[in-house]
């Protein structure tokens, strides 16, 4: 098995309805809710917006700032509920949104695309076999009790798949395309940094695959609390 997925396998871009319908359900009734960079898909629940760019068609107020460099324009705990689905891997800065989600909002969640996925090469589709989104800035994960990141450093194309192979069959399951972060009161956030964390030409793989398995075990841990069913078999690469 190579790390690459083709034009034919299947790309699960889009929410995870299981996950999607969970996170709606975990909304009270009623509820002033925050969705930060909507896109095409919005929340449901959602009844104010934030972009870095005018859209339309949104079913309530839009409200235009640079998610980087500019505090959200709303008072402290003013939201009940703030989601924030596949936005932060992209931001030069997605820190100061992280402060910011938590001092306006009470709660919230946070989705992100998996390290597995942008780690494996194809997940794009149609652009060049990059590893994941050729676009995207950080990788991101849950783990203990925080929101963890590291830099995506272009020697990512560099690094060998063979031995993560393994890991790459599980993509054929929606569930691992993305990493799933509830939060209430306060985001904790990891940032890996180098040379402080780890060296990049040294343990930088270290990393991502720490980030990988702690994913993925979330992920699963996630969706066999929604549906009382584990999402199938992992084969877990070996330690050795």
């Not at 841990?221 to 584990?230: C, D, E, F, H, Q």
Request: overall charge negative; proline content about 10%.
């Amino acid at each position: 098995m190579n790390d690459s997925l083709t034009n034919a396998d299947p790309h699960h871009w889009g929410p995870v309805p299981e996950v999607i319908d969970y996170v709606t359900n975990l909304v009270p009734h009623p509820a002033d809710v925050l969705e930060i960079g909507p896109g095409h898909i919005p929340f449901g629940r959602a009844t104010e917006f934030v972009d870095i760019r005018p859209l339309d068609n949104l079913p309530g107020p839009l409200h235009v700032c640079d998610l980087s460099q500019d505090k959200l324009p709303f008072t402290d705990k003013f939201f009940d509920f703030v989601y924030c689905r596949h936005v932060l891997e992209d931001m030069v800065n997605p820190f100061l949104l992280c402060r910011e989600m938590q001092r306006v909002g009470k709660a919230g969640y946070i989705e992100t695309p998996s390290p597995l996925a942008e780690f494996c090469r194809g997940v794009d589709g149609g652009a060049p076999p990059w590893r994941g989104y050729h676009h995207h800035r950080w990788m991101i994960w849950p783990e203990n009790d925080a929101l963890n990141f590291v830099s995506k450093f272009p020697i990512v194309e560099h690094l060998k798949g063979d031995d993560k192979a393994a890991w790459f069959h599980v993509l054929t399951q929606p569930i691992y395309w993305n990493s799933y972060f509830l939060w209430t009161d306060e985001i904790k956030v990891r940032h890996w940094e180098c040379p402080f964390d780890f060296m990049i030409t040294e343990n930088y793989p270290s990393v991502i695959s720490r980030g990988i398995t702690a994913s993925m075990a979330a992920s699963a841990a996630l969706y066999t609390k929604i549906t009382g069913t584990p999402p199938g078999d992992i084969e877990w690469p070996s330690k050795s």
